[in-house]
């Protein structure tokens, strides 16, 4: 026995059956209604709720600046604590309903949060390469010791100097068995404590890969 077709329409060569939530969203754009659709409202209801869980990494010292109500608070705090899948699932869901209740200067400031916190991240990251690549460039390149301290004077030249020295004796010989696996070669004491004086030089003088001293990747 034959299935009685459904009623409907085509638009831009895709059927549109009478009834369905296109259907309705269709006549409300023909009518100009300004009411949001079905559709908007569930992708407006999954960007919250994903805004919820990127809550959960947020640092508690951008969190304390939200000033969220007490019961997202607690339901935040609990869905860090559950570890099982379908128990998070739940709770993330409970977490979307809450965020959906918040005022839209609320959301601001949580999305505002959120970008500190990725800035903060970037940032970080950043610093690193650039210790990373002036540590590498000191003990490579003789010239790069005089480089340094013409971009930070304020640093001790003497310690700077022993450091250097000392990485360079302790540098391991070139091992391509552990190179072919992937492995790093295992440094010696000076060569870790250059990276966190030059780590702390840099965070202490604000210096970004923008400055006028920049370390070369040679």
């Given amino acids: 026995m034959s299935r009685k077709p459904k009623k409907g329409y085509y638009v831009r060569g895709h ?23 079905k559709t908007d409202l569930k992708r407006e209801s999954a960007e919250l709720q994903a805004l919820g869980e990127e809550l959960l990494a947020l640092r508690a010292d951008l969190m304390a600046r939200l000033q969220l109500s007490d019961k997202l608070t607690e339901a935040l705090a609990e869905a860090r604590r559950i570890s099982n899948f379908e128990g998070k699932r739940r709770q993330m869901q409970f977490i979307g309903k809450l965020m959906r209740q918040l005022d839209p200067e609320a959301i601001a400031a949580v999305r505002a949060a959120l970008d500190e916190q990725r800035l903060g991240s ?38 700077l100097r022993a450091l250097v020295r000392q990485a360079r004796k302790d540098a391991p010989a070139p091992d391509r068995a552990a190179e072919s696996k992937g492995l790093a070669p295992r ?32």
Avoid: C
């Avoid at 059927?15 to 009411?35: I, P, T």
């Avoid at 440094?187 to 400055?211: I, P």
């Fill in 187 to 218: 440094q010696g004491r000076a060569y870790r404590e250059l990276f966190q004086l030059v780590k702390a030089q840099l965070g202490a003088t604000g210096s970004t890969a923008n400055d006028d001293q920049e370390p070369s990747d040679e």
């Fill in 122 to 159: 970037a940032r970080d990251t950043l610093a690193l390469h650039q210790a990373e690549q002036w540590r590498d460039r000191l003990i490579a390149q003789e010239e790069a010791f005089s480089d340094w301290m013409q971009a930070f004077p304020g640093t001790d030249s003497q310690q």
């Fill in 15 to 37: 059927f549109v059956a009478e009834g369905s939530e296109l259907d309705l969203e269709l006549k409300r754009e023909l009518k100009g209604s300004d009411e949001p659709s």
